[in-house]
């Protein structure tokens, strides 16, 4: 799981830069709509991200291969989500739009397996 601490540091710290990117380099650059998108990617890339550190974090009293599995599905939604989004904005090629929902998908089954592991792991 540690290789998943350095993904979700390093994922929360490209964040912050490609948020300042897109706020002061891009905003002349881009129309009003594709900066939204872009921006949007970059929300989801720091909620992940901190999703991701949560889990680790998690693992280390609650061990599961649940969580290994949900930290996997939570990098790929990273990549396939917040990349296409990043992609279609600053290319315009509106093949990059599809890939964004399978990011989603892996987000909704990263956090389907954080709460299966969360309920494995309690002690009643």
Known sequence: MKIYLVIGTVSA????I????AAHGLKNQLSEPLLAVFQTGVQYQ???SLGLILLVLTAQFMPSAQLVWSAGFMSAGMVLFSGSLY???ITGIKWFGPVT?????CFIIAW???IFA???GLKL
Do not use: N, R, S
């Open 101 to 105: 929902p399978l990011g989603g998908l």
């Open 13 to 16: 710290m490209l964040a912050v």
């Open 118 to 120: 969360a309920f494995k």
């Open 112 to 114: 389907g397996l954080f």
């Open 46 to 48: 720091m909620y992940h």
């Open 87 to 89: 992609l279609l904005a």
């Open 18 to 21: 490609l948020g300042a990117f």
